[in-house]
């Protein structure tokens, strides 16, 4: 089973984790203002991320480890990257 592992940032709670699996991620996710755009369609990424879903207003999909899918909020990006 895969697992969705999704990196945000909140004023008062800084940079938090939430993880959701494939029977949940979909409805989690647009209830939290991030709904599915598209599948990914990069045929130059790690088998697991083929095909995975994409989601409003977080980047990703990203190979974070065996069956773990990694999405993150652009402030949290910015963050991690600098």
Do not use: C, W
Request: glycine share 6%; no cysteine.
């Amino acid at each position: 089973m895969t697992t969705y592992r999704v990196v945000r940032f909140h004023e008062e709670l800084g940079m938090y984790t939430e993880e959701f699996t494939d029977e949940n991620v979909y409805a989690a996710l647009e209830v939290r203002g991030h709904p599915f755009t598209k599948f990914n369609d990069s045929k130059h990424q790690h088998d697991l991320i083929k095909n995975a879903p994409k989601f409003a207003g977080l980047l990703g999909p990203m190979y974070d480890g065996e069956d773990v899918i990694r999405y993150e909020s652009p402030e949290v990006y910015r963050a991690l990257s600098a």
